[in-house]
């Protein structure tokens, strides 16, 4: 009986993940259409999903400590490199979502107040994010608070680094090593999460969404494929001088999919992490990069605060000048990476926008009721775009690293 189990454990990881995941759609999408009354189905996704937010707080704790402790010399290039990729490209995202809003406006139907508290402003979203990076370490783990698990998991390893024998560090690292392969094991099974996830979907979403707000819904969605499939990879291309498409290909594929079905970016880590090892990047730095990416690396968040902010100015006849629209990318891009800190993620950043153009929350927060409403695909598509932008920019940043070196050393001969 043992033999046998561990044989078809042997055949079943010996088929290609993709092709198993991409099986998983097809079957759960099938399913989802002739026969949405087996909601049992779903629970194959949440139990996944479950696994992976679990598991990825303790293995961000114990890599980024072990990494930080073991960490050599020439890190400090990659992490300048990646942090400039994050920020420059959530920037962007906000200023395309501004100009594609601004070319082809859209007006919502603002009826039904939401009743959650939004931030008044950045003061409020920073002192969030101030407040969570110093929150109990052992608190932070538990909630997900990536910020604050970030910020004592550096602490730690610098601590480890300059006071901690090489047994201790080993032992560390050795922990790692061990919540990273149980995290392998997990992802083995992301054919049936996907398979859970992809029923739940089609048999509980129907069409309304796509008929009542379809044209909000094609700008946000438009704004982000733009941002993922021009933008990105034109910037990459000015850091690794190559073709990006089969790269980002790879990230959406082994990493984007799934975001866009797990619908959480926390869940998405390990997957990033799994990727980024396939790759042969280094541990030291995506182990750092890939939930420092999480937090501040929000293109998708930066498109809904400025698409929704700017629908409602539109419905309320607000005229946006240039030096407006500017300074709403700038607000987008620091309330985005600040998003993570607040309860309910980059909608509930809309109002702080809209209070630049002078419009209350009580109109503001109905905007808020409107993106809860199509969440379930902005959500999808915001969740995508920002974890597979993870991996993406980490790569670029590592390969800008080794195109570098190789420059200095053909200059020098």
């Known amino acids: 009986m043992e033999n046998r189990l561990s044989s078809l454990l042997q055949k079943w990881t010996s088929i290609s993940l993709m092709l198993r995941i991409f099986v998983g759609l097809l079957v759960g999408a099938f399913i989802g259409i002739v026969a ?47 942090i400039t990729l994050y920020l420059m490209t959530t920037f962007f995202a906000a200023l395309i979502a501004v100009i594609l809003s601004t070319m082809f406006p859209v007006t919502i ?43 004592w998991s550096i602490i730690g390893g610098v601590a480890l680094k300059l006071r901690a024998s090489k047994a201790t560090i080993e032992m560390v690292c ?20 996907i398979f859970g996830l992809v029923f739940s979907s089609v048999s509980e979403s129907g069409l309304d969404i796509f008929t009542d707000y379809g044209k909000l819904l094609m700008s946000l969605v438009g704004c982000m494929l ?34 866009f079905f797990t619908r959480s970016s926390a869940a998405n880590i390990p997957v990033n992490m799994s990727l980024c090892h396939r790759m042969g990047i280094d541990e030291d730095f995506y182990s750092v990069s890939i939930p420092l990416g999480s937090t501040i690396n929000m293109n998708g968040a930066a498109i809904t605060i ?15 000048n240039f030096t407006s629209a500017l300074f709403l990318s700038l607000i987008a891009t620091l309330g985005a990476c600040g998003a993570s800190g607040v309860a309910g993620g980059s909608l509930l950043l809309v109002p702080m926008a809209c209070s630049f153009f002078g419009i209350g929350q009580d109109i503001a927060m109905q905007a808020v009721a409107v993106g809860f409403i199509i969440g379930v695909v902005q959500d999808s598509v915001e969740t995508a775009l920002n974890s597979s932008g993870d991996a993406f920019f980490t790569i670029t940043a590592e390969m800008h690293d080794k195109f570098k070196i190789k420059t200095q050393k053909t200059e020098g001969c």
């Open 226 to 259: 733009f941002s993922y499939v021009i933008v990105n990879p034109f910037i990459s291309f000015l850091y690794i001088h190559r073709n990006p498409y089969p790269l980002l290909w790879k990230c959406f594929r082994e990493s984007g999919l799934n975001a």
């Open 174 to 193: 050795d922990f790692a090593e061990v919540i990273s392969q149980v995290v392998r094991w997990i992802i083995q099974f992301a054919p049936f999460g």
């Open 306 to 320: 400025t698409v929704l902010s700017l629908a409602v100015a539109h419905t309320m006849g607000v005229k946006v």
């Open 36 to 82: 949405p009354h087996f909601t049992a189905i779903s629970i194959l996704g949440q139990v996944f999903v479950n696994a992976l937010k679990a598991v990825a707080p303790v293995l961000v704790a114990v890599l980024v400590s072990s990494s930080i402790a073991k960490a050599g010399r020439g890190l400090g290039a990659r992490f300048k490199t990646v």
């Open 109 to 151: 139907m603002l009826k039904d107040a939401a009743g959650d508290t939004a931030p008044s402003g950045l003061a409020d979203v920073f002192s969030t994010l101030l407040n969570n990076m110093v929150a109990n370490p052992i608190q932070s783990i538990s909630s997900a608070s990536y910020i604050g698990i970030l910020f």
